[in-house]
């Protein structure tokens, strides 16, 4: 193949041709409702509406709808074109390019142009930002971003460009063939730089705030409401249908779904144990959502951890001594499914992996645990084993480490000790390997296996268990430049579930009521990313 | 008089400065910081962060800075959590919300509780004494944290009377609910302490004296009953002002109202240092002004007690 041929393939390959835009897709015939609004309720209030600051999933969701990134995603989860209407990289990842809409508009009527994005990526990694997410710049492999974020080079040297209004390079230090689906993420949206100097930290506030997605912030009171309302100048208002976001911050869940019941919300979380009834009670209404999150125990891996876990066989032993389907249907009942991979199951870029184990009855584990705990001099036969199981303060957390405890005492004799602590007591003690097994919980950046599959990287500051294994790092390294690294994924999970530094428990779902007449949710959006542009409401 | 107040002032800033200290070591001490998380921050960042908020100097530095900010610009520092409002901000957003449910509550309960406690002593054994105890000991029994979901029950899911949550700016419909659910159980011990102080009162001589000189009752409880029945009440009255406008954890999360008892624990549990100190100041100086205000009121209202 000559270098020209193998250019345009990687070009073929790389460049993605336009597909229509998402917005609502009202189908013909559906009646409208009078009232588009949408109300929901939020746990807590959100850290910030600025893109390079916010650091929550509410936040999030915000920044979603009032900024509008490069990329969007639909309501599968496919990367649709926002502010780009197409992107392209070189042969090998390392350069990226994207060509930006020329109808697309700030609030206060400036075009956005590539400029927007280059402001704000360096205001991510600039020091003096602070941001808790310039990290985010790092994963994204952005030329200089390390040393810039180390204040070891000037903010100007991040590999990022304008060439022109509407063209936009990336450059970066690695390959990364999946650099695009970053491009939904809210840390890189574009930032207005005459707002932002005129007003400082104030920005953000109604009244000063300018963004360029379908809504904007025209109302925020702090711990318990804000309001976004959609926005004229957006490119695509005219497919816009919901007209006004509410956000109420209501801490009980239980209160919010009384307030769900008496029509002041239109969509609330499902308190702990609530969703067989009110799935029962409620069958439109009531729905659960598989998420890309995984609930997961870390054996302590350190010098100072319990010396029977050092040991793989009873590591074993106890991962194969829960029964996740138990745990699933009986104590959580709310559509999680049972984890025997850290990457959930239907994740872009990953071959199921073939784990032994969970091919096996309960019984079959259950067994075999027995016999690898004995051989391990542990069990009845053997020395006694007392472990402590860490959580934070949380009904659900408790619950559960009471079930697993119950479990590993029953079947294998292994005496448990539930040690609660206050969240910020509980993150400190697991940071400082201050525990034998302790609860985790990791959810996906973006859609692809590398956002778990990283924590089991020697030097990852995520890796609790502090595993180590130089394969695995290699192959971790190697899966990085790989525009399909399904089949290297899918060997770091088996090595995992043999090693089993950690034990997967179960995988997420987002279990809601949803007001009925809300068209639209993205059920199939497994990163949870929801627009409101994308929904409607039709008469009751 | 005046010497008196000036004394107490005297007292006053030391003990807030002690406050000040105690609460700042305290905070620092306890495990994690504003920036830990599920997935913490990568060191550099999490250096940059804490540069950006001087978390990076010695904590008598730290201090010294606060103080200076303190009483030169009257600023509390910037939030943490939320880093585009200041204390200043976040206090005056959420102090107004439950300065206004917790005003409304106490003279929700001062007044329902006094007449309770009036009435129940003056009808000592009959059924409206019977009546107001076992209504007091109910509300008393009725902790807020029930008394609340049962209120948003009844008014919001089953009559709709009422909405079930928020605060809106203070409009009449979101203020009800905090300001009964709140008021509840402090009218019940007001009534408790009104009825008994009332009834040894009115066993007292100088009351036997008055009515053996045919004077009307009425006249006896107003002129003569009323004032010193309701000293023991005064010195209940004062901390349960500040404890009412300062808010409750479970009227806030409740309700939604946005107040800073919510917002205290909040920032408690999320190391947001400055938030926290800013409200233990502010509990701390309504505190200290208002058992004062309770000093001053004892005098004016009973002669025999001078500074």
Known sequence: MTRTTKLLAALAATTCLVAPAMAANVPDGATLADDQSFTYRILDEFTSPDPQIVEDVSGSEIVRDLFEGLINQDADGNPVPGVATEWSSNEDFTEWTFTLRDNAVWSDGEPVTAHDFVYAWKRLVDPATASPYAWFGELMSLDNASAIIAGEAEVDDLGVEAVDDHTLVARLSAPLPHFYMMMSHASTFPAPQWVIEEHGDQWTRPGNIVTNGAYILTEHVPQERSVREKSETYWDAENTVIETVTALVINDENQALTRFMAGELDRTEVPIGQFPRLEEEYPDTAISIPTLCTYYYNFNLRDNGPEATHDERVRQALSYAIDRDVIVNQVLQAGQTPAYVFAPVGMANMDTPNVEYENWTQAERDARAVELLAEAGYGPDGESLQLGILYNTSDAHRQLATVVGQMWEQKLGVQTTLENMEWNTFLDSRENGDFDVSRGGWCADYNDPSTFLDLFQTTSGYNDAKYSNTDVDAMLNEAKGLEDAADINRQIEEIVAVEMPIIPVYHYANAYMLNPQIQDWPVNNLEANWYSKDLYKIAE | ?307
């Open chain 2, 1 to 307: 008089m005046l010497k008196y107040i000036l004394k107490r002032l005297g007292v006053a800033i030391p003990t807030m400065l002690i406050l000040i200290v105690f609460s700042f070591v305290l905070m620092r001490l306890a495990p994690g910081g504003p920036f830990s998380s599920e997935r913490p921050l990568p060191p550099q960042v999490l250096a940059n962060v804490n540069a950006k908020f001087g978390l990076d100097q010695p904590w008598h530095i730290q201090l010294w800075e606060y103080m200076v900010g303190i009483l030169t610009r009257f600023d509390f520092g910037p939030s943490f959590a939320y880093t585009d409002r200041s204390v200043n901000d976040i206090i005056a957003q959420g102090f107004p919300v439950t300065f206004t449910y917790g005003t409304w509550s106490f003279i929700l309960a001062v007044l329902v509780g006094c007449t309770l406690g009036i009435a129940a002593a003056v009808r000592h054994n009959s059924w409206l004494d019977y009546f107001a105890v076992g209504t007091s000991i109910g509300a008393q029994v009725l902790p807020n944290f029930v008394m609340a979901p049962i209120l948003v029950i009844v008014f919001t899911l089953w009559l709709g009377w009422l909405p079930g949550g928020g605060w809106r700016g203070g409009q009449w419909p979101y203020v009800i609910m905090p300001v009964i659910a709140l008021g509840t159980s402090y009218m019940a011990s007001i009534a408790r302490i009104t009825r008994s102080s009332m009834l040894e009162v009115l066993g007292s001589n100088f009351i036997r004296t008055a009515r053996a000189k045919g004077m009307p009752p009425i006249r006896i409880i107003v002129r003569h009953a009323l004032k010193p029945a309701l000293m023991p009440l005064l010195s209940y009255l004062g901390p349960a002002f500040v404890g009412m406008v300062t808010g409750s954890v479970v009227i806030d999360v409740y309700f939604s109202t946005g107040g800073i008892g919510q917002l205290f624990t909040n920032s408690a549990f999320n190391r947001d240092y400055s938030v926290i100190m800013g409200i233990t100041i502010l509990l701390g100086a309504l505190t200290i002004t208002f058992n004062l205000l309770v000093d001053i009121l004892y005098a004016w209202i009973d002669p025999r007690i001078r500074y």
